[in-house]
């Protein structure tokens, strides 16, 4: 009897260890990120607090020239930075969107299952690979490529980076779209076909419809990634601070003006200041996609529901 009380008081206090580790972890991961806008929101502020720019400046304003002195004075416009991370992301979600949609539906509707078995991993491969590669490729293979099919000055370009960007947001919008797919009844396609529907207007008018908030959702994911890729489109974008007039030409987004700025400004300067409110606004564009993506949920959910 001693030994088996012993047992159950040692299972209990393994357990109220074990919970209380687990605890601890998840509160100290939920506040890691409040943390960090915490600091962004501290140093992103200065641009405004302590050198007076207003925000209609930093964001409609094209005059970038801040002063890299703790006086500051200079013009922090960052409307060019943002409209060239506007400009790739929505290029790339063009090139991305019909290659996405038409893997995940071949891996659900038309692949055998021994295929599928087979490209799937293919295509999750692809988030396997590193920012520098897709990088490396572009600058190697995609740029000489498109200086031969179209008049580019320098190759480096607004199209470059859009390609690049789409290759790497490819396997997050597919996987998505597929696992949303997948979850679709397998009744819904049978009673399709028994109505007397082709199989693709089936897919048409079954099972995307149905799969749309996953679709969706896997989009907005894709999207939240290119605004925050650096790496890869510094190395292809060519990093010319203008605004984006052309594809055929070299722009500059949020990531690659901090990336390639940053280590050479002062810190509590002017520029600095500036380069951390541009940071400040990508970690808000996150939240927002963030809520946009709970929000979509949440809406097709009570949709579901009230079928």
């Known amino acids: 009897m001693t030994s088996i009380t012993s047992a159950v008081k040692k299972a ?6 074990a919970r209380i580790f687990i605890t601890a972890c998840g509160l100290i991961m939920t506040l890691i990120p ?34 890299d002195t703790a006086e500051g004075g200079g013009k922090i416009g960052s409307a060019m930075f943002i409209t060239g991370s506007l400009a790739v992301c929505g290029l790339s ?7 996405c949609l038409a893997s995940a539906i071949f891996m659900t ?3 055998t299952p021994q295929m599928r078995r087979m490209v799937q991993p293919a295509v999750e491969l692809f988030t396997g690979i590193p920012s520098v590669v897709y990088g490396f490729v572009g600058m190697t293979v995609l740029i000489p490529f498109l200086r031969k099919i179209f008049p580019m000055p320098f190759g ?9 960007l789409a290759v790497m947001i490819y396997p997050t919008i597919t996987t998505m779209a597929a696992d949303a797919m997948t979850s679709v009844p397998q009744a ?3 009673a399709s076909y028994g109505l007397g529907a082709t199989r693709w207007e089936t897919i048409a008018h079954v099972v995307l419809p149905a799969a749309k908030g ?13 605004f925050g890729e650096a790496l890869a489109v510094a190395m292809v974008i060519g990093q010319m601070k203008v605004f984006p007039k052309s594809l055929f030409l070299p722009a500059s987004t949020l990531t690659t003006a901090i990336s390639a700025d940053m280590g050479g400004a002062m810190e509590g300067g002017e520029y600095s200041a500036a380069l951390w409110t541009m940071a400040l606004l990508l970690f808000i564009l996150s939240f927002i996609f963030i809520f946009i993506i709970h929000t979509m949920n949440d809406m097709f959910t009570l949709k579901g529901d009230k079928r």
């Not at 925000?55 to 801040?66: I, M, T, Y």
């Not at 979600?93 to 290659?99: D, E, M, N, Q, V």
């Not at 480096?156 to 690049?164: D, E, H, Q, T, Y």
């Not at 969706?216 to 894709?222: K, R």
């Open 156 to 164: 480096f370009s607004l199209l470059a980076a859009g390609i690049v």
């Open 34 to 67: 409040f943390l960090i806008g915490i600091f962004l929101f501290v140093k992103g502020t200065d641009t405004f607090t302590t050198f007076h720019h207003p925000l209609s400046e930093f964001l409609f304003s094209g005059e970038w020239d801040p002063s």
């Open 188 to 190: 819904w396609r049978e």
């Open 109 to 111: 509707e038309i692949a």
């Open 93 to 99: 979600l063009i090139f991305a969107l019909p290659l």
């Open 12 to 17: 209990h206090r393994d357990e109220r260890t």
């Open 214 to 226: 996953g679709i969706v959702t896997g989009i907005i994911l894709g999207l939240a990634r290119a």
